[in-house]
């Protein structure tokens, strides 16, 4: 009878095979449980998810109120005691630095005769991060030049600066509680004549500064191994991140663009949420092309002196360059040949050599924001003209050719 009587508190004890684990929102649970031959211990969170600081509440059942033994819940996060706040339901608010993860909640049974036993269970408390997305422009700047917001206005600076230039990430300007933000950069080179030269894309997370510098690299570690795009991130990445370009043309416009990565963020997207900056690769103020044209006579100084002119001028043109545009100024200057039948042919009456004064139109019109094709031009010209054996002149004409 003696052994009848301690063992059955032991059996009670050890024929709790599997503790429940309860994920419930609202006003619907669902309940995994174990029954055992005198009773049923149930435990039962009241959300699947929790963030930092959210309160949980666990509350313990047992099936039969006459069963000889206590239940408490234990949660396995450090700094954590729950404390019953109604009978059966225990309550603890979740540490602001607690990292996200799966918690377990383990349970202690204290029988009839003072004897304690702590058991795991599969109940678990899910802790994730916060999701909120930060406004960029509060903690997003770009050093050492802050660029134009305007991609008619870039501001110029030369090569070596253009590779200098770096995001910074403000990190204490995060708000608190905002969680880990994720960062999509995206640089992109367009030559002058507004072709996409390259297109460079980096993905990059930082996140509100702790005063624990440890905390930083616990994190670091978390979210490359929750992250598959962030694990080559590096630990200063999360205060700033260099700017890589290869391809420079000369006057080209960088864009950079930072904006939240939604295929991380689910939802909540903002189309506004962007931090865009314009640069500009600045180049040479004089630059030198070659021009092969199809003039028009319009007006000649010399008309007594009869020439027979050619189709074609070929002419070395000399380019002012607008740092503010990066467009070429509509007036340049050339010399070269005019009035020959091809642009080596100069002959005796059909051609000759020239210095050109030329008004591109073309050019005017790109300056006015309508797009034609940059190689093409088209103008007005007065050419001091020098022809072979005969009279120089000045010529007006009018013109349309190909430029390099």
Not at 22 to 51: F, M, N
Not at 165 to 177: A, S, W
Not at 231 to 244: H, L, R, S, T, Y
Request: proline share 5%.
């Amino acid at each position: 009878m003696t052994a009848l009587k301690f063992r059955l508190p032991f059996q009670i004890i050890f024929c709790i095979l599997c503790i429940c684990a309860t994920q419930a929102q609202q006003r619907s649970s669902t309940l995994t449980q174990s029954s055992i031959e005198d009773g049923i211990v149930i435990l039962t969170v009241d959300k699947p998810v929790y963030l930092p600081n959210d309160t949980v509440n666990i509350k313990v059942q047992l099936s039969d109120s006459s069963t000889q033994i206590s239940a408490i819940p234990i949660l396995i996060i450090d700094g954590v005691i729950l404390k019953s706040i109604a009978g059966n339901i225990y309550s603890v608010i979740i540490p602001k630095t607690c990292n996200p993860g799966q918690y377990k909640v383990r349970i202690k049974i204290v029988h009839a005769q003072g004897k304690s036993f702590v058991y795991t269970t599969d109940c678990a408390v899910n802790v994730e991060e916060r999701q909120n997305i930060e406004l960029i422009s509060s903690y997003v700047r770009i050093e050492p030049d802050g660029g134009s917001q305007e991609m008619q206005t870039p501001v110029a600076l030369e090569r070596y600066k253009i590779r200098n230039l770096r995001v910074m990430f403000q990190r204490d300007k995060i708000g608190e509680n905002m969680g880990p933000q994720f960062i999509k950069i995206v640089t992109t080179v367009i030559s002058r004549d507004g072709i996409t030269a390259q297109t460079y894309e980096r993905r990059v997370l930082t996140f509100r500064q702790e005063k624990d510098p440890n905390r930083d690299g616990a994190m670091l570690v978390q979210y490359r191994n929750a992250y598959g795009p962030y694990a080559a991130i590096k630990a200063e990445e999360f205060e700033q991140v260099q700017i890589n370009v290869d391809t420079l043309p000369d006057w080209a416009i960088v864009k950079i663009t930072i904006a939240p990565d939604y295929a991380i963020k689910i939802g909540g997207y903002d189309r506004n949420n962007t931090y865009p900056r314009y640069f500009r690769i600045r180049g040479p103020k004089i630059e030198i092309g070659i021009s092969l044209g199809i003039p028009k006579v319009l007006f000649d100084t010399q008309a007594k002196d009869t020439i027979t002119y050619g189709n074609y001028s070929a002419m070395i043109r000399f380019y002012y360059v607008s740092e503010t545009t990066g467009n070429r100024f509509p007036v340049n200057l050339g010399v070269g040949t005019f009035g020959v039948n091809s642009p080596i042919d100069v002959n005796k009456g059909k051609g000759g050599f020239a210095l050109s004064a030329f008004l591109d139109v073309a050019e005017v019109t790109r300056l006015r924001g309508i797009t034609l094709l940059k190689k093409i031009y088209a103008g007005l010209e007065i050419t001091p003209f020098f022809p072979i054996e005969k009279k120089a002149r000045f010529l007006i004409n009018a013109q349309v050719g190909f430029a390099l």
